[in-house]
C-alpha cells in the first residue's frame, strides 16, 4: 500500500513538474520571443545533424601512397637488410613441460 502511495505521488510531481517547463499558446497568443529563439536554435541543431561531418584532408590514399602524399618526395633506398636465420636456441629448463 505504502509503494502504490509513493508511485502515486511520484508521478504526480514528475506530470506538475514537465507541465511547467513548457507554456501553451492558448488561442489567438502570439509566441514568445523565447520560443522562437528555442525553435530557431533546435532547427539550427536538426541541420548540423543532418549534415555529414567535413573531411580533413586526403587521408589515407589506396595504393601504398603514404598519408598525405603528394608524391612530389619519395624516400630513397635504404641499404639492404640482412637477416639472419639461424637454429633455434635450445629451450631453458623453465620452458621445458
Known sequence: MK???VIVMAVTLAGVARAGDRPVLRG?????ATDLLR???LADQAE???KLPSRRGPGWK?????WNDSGA?????????IVNVGPR?????????
Do not use: L, N
Not at 89 to 97: C, F, G, L, T
Open 3 to 5: 509503494a502504490v502511495v
Open 39 to 41: 525553435a530557431e536554435k
Open 89 to 97: 636456441k635450445a629451450p631453458s629448463r623453465r620452458e621445458q613441460p
Open 28 to 32: 489567438s497568443e502570439a509566441p514568445r
Open 48 to 50: 548540423k545533424r543532418r
Open 73 to 81: 618526395a619519395r624516400a630513397e633506398a635504404s641499404e639492404r637488410v
Open 62 to 66: 589506396k595504393g601504398g601512397t603514404g
